[in-house]
């Protein structure tokens, strides 16, 4: 797009990039992965100061009127399910979720309740081989009959029916489990995301580039995260425009493919 040749509207694509503050060594952490945005705005703000006359001759008529600025607005709409934007929905820092492959063979297990679910202590755990008998190995109580088991989070539920083991009475289990590696999310460990945000990006209409640098921001989540939602859930993000030290402006638009 040349400076001769204007576009008759504005229609954005692009996506957007992060670069977090790790609060924890005080330092930026790099830009990683584009994400998927469904929005990025930038929304200066101003306050209107009016002085209103009263006089008679013209009461209710502005003597006066200034413009003042007011900081900057950024809301980011993030539809990618990255571990880094769930984090910064639930206000959390993302740590390793971690377990080694393993099995054992009949050991003690004691039912301290009944009718509640209570952890095995180990996750992804295999139906086949899975196994529970009474302490003596003399009698093996029946899966869905005497007891559940939730596979994935590796908790057992002993029924209180006959034939099942009593509270507090000692059983046997044989079992066997995959490893994982996967991520937690510990919430409401962090108020604020401090970061650095950038867009690129084109003008649909004409293809011309676009690009938006934030130099630094803060922003928090404060919309609901509905897991059961009937339609796509996004993260959104919203806070002020800082204009760090060393800048004399809170952020940079350009526009690389228009010639002087």
């Known amino acids: 797009m040349s400076a001769t040749n204007t576009a008759r509207a504005i229609l954005g694509a692009g996506l957007v990039t992060l670069n977090l503050w790790d609060t924890t060594r005080q330092v930026y952490t790099g830009f990683g992965d584009p994400l998927d945005a469904d929005k990025f705005e930038i929304k200066p703000n101003f306050e209107e100061k009016i002085s209103e006359s009263r006089s008679h001759l013209d009461y209710g008529q502005a003597r006066a009127s200034v413009v003042l600025p007011k900081p900057t607005e950024l809301t980011i709409e993030l539809s990618a399910a990255s571990m880094e934007a769930m984090a910064m929905q639930f206000q959390g820092i993302v740590q390793a979720l971690t377990q080694s492959a393993g099995n054992q063979n009949a050991t003690d297990f004691t039912v301290t309740s009944l009718g509640v679910w209570l952890s095995f202590g180990k996750r992804n755990l295999h139906s086949e081989g899975f196994s529970i008998t009474n302490e003596g190995a003399t009698t093996t109580f029946v899966?869905?009959?005497?007891?559940?088991?939730?596979?994935?989070?590796?908790?057992?539920?002993?029924?209180?029916?006959?034939?099942?083991?009593?509270?507090?009475?000692?059983?046997?289990?044989?079992?066997?489990?995959?490893?994982?590696?996967?991520?937690?999310?510990?919430?409401?460990?962090?108020?604020?995301?401090?970061?650095?945000?950038?867009?690129?990006?084109?003008?649909?209409?004409?293809?011309?580039?676009?690009?938006?640098?934030?130099?630094?921001?803060?922003?928090?989540?404060?919309?609901?995260?509905?897991?059961?939602?009937?339609?796509?859930?996004?993260?959104?993000?919203?806070?002020?425009?800082?204009?760090?030290?060393?800048?004399?402006?809170?952020?940079?638009?350009?526009?690389?493919?228009?010639?002087?």
Not at 150 to 168: C, H, Q, S, T, Y
Not at 171 to 196: E, F
Not at 212 to 228: I, K, P, R, S
């Open 143 to 260: 899966l869905g009959q005497h007891y559940e088991v939730n596979w994935m989070r590796g908790e057992i539920r002993f029924l209180a029916v006959d034939g099942a083991p009593a509270k507090d009475e000692k059983v046997k289990i044989a079992a066997s489990w995959s490893a994982v590696d996967g991520k937690k999310i510990l919430g409401g460990r962090v108020t604020q995301v401090r970061c650095q945000a950038r867009f690129d990006g084109q003008n649909m209409v004409d293809g011309s580039p676009m690009e938006a640098d934030v130099w630094e921001c803060v922003l928090g989540a404060n919309n609901g995260f509905d897991f059961l939602g009937g339609d796509f859930s996004p993260t959104t993000l919203t806070g002020k425009i800082v204009t760090p030290k060393g800048k004399t402006e809170g952020y940079e638009i350009r526009f690389p493919g228009v010639t002087a």
